[in-house]
C-alpha cells in the first residue's frame, strides 16, 4: 500500500514534472529539497527508469526526465513500479490466524484495491495544476537571472 517510500517517489517524480521545461533535474538536488540522503533516492529513481517512469541522462549537466507526458503518468503507475511482490505490504499468502485471515485480510484487500483504483485516476498533469492553483513556485521562477 502506501509507505513513505512511495510518497518521496511520487514527490520526486511530480517535481520533474513540475519543473520540466529547465532540462534534465539532478536527484541530488531533489533529495536535498526533500531532507533525503542522495543515495535513498538515487534507488528509487533508478527503479523508475526501469519501470519506465522516468528517462535518465548521463553527464555534467544530467539527471531525471519523464519518460512518457505527464498527463500518461499516473500515480498508480508510480506506485506499480515500486510496489514489488516482496513488498512489506503484500498480504499474498499469509497464514496467520482465521481472524486474519478471514476477516480483517479481505477488508485490507479491498482497501487496497480502491486506493489503487483512485491511484490511477490521478496523472502528473493534474498534479501540476493543482500545484499552479496552490501558487507553488516552479524551480524556473526561484532561479531567474537579471541583467542591467
Known sequence: MLSKKLFYAVEA???????????????RDI??????????LEQLMQRLVRGGILRGVRGPRGGYLLAKERR?????DICDVLNDEK????????GGT??????VLPVWEEAHKKTMEYLKQVNLADL?????????????????????
Open 13 to 27: 517524480v511530480l517535481y520533474i514534472a513540475y519543473n520540466t521545461g529547465r532540462g534534465p533535474i539532478s536527484s
Open 31 to 40: 533529495a536535498d529539497r526533500q531532507g533525503l540522503p542522495p543515495r535513498y
Open 72 to 76: 500518461r503518468i499516473t500515480v498508480g
Open 87 to 94: 513488498d512489506e505490504h503484500d498480504m499474498k499468502g499469509y
Open 98 to 103: 482465521p481472524l486474519g485471515g478471514k476477516v
Open 128 to 148: 501540476c495544476e493543482q500545484a499552479i492553483s496552490s501558487q507553488i513556485r516552479k524551480e524556473s521562477d526561484e532561479r531567474m537571472d537579471f541583467a542591467i
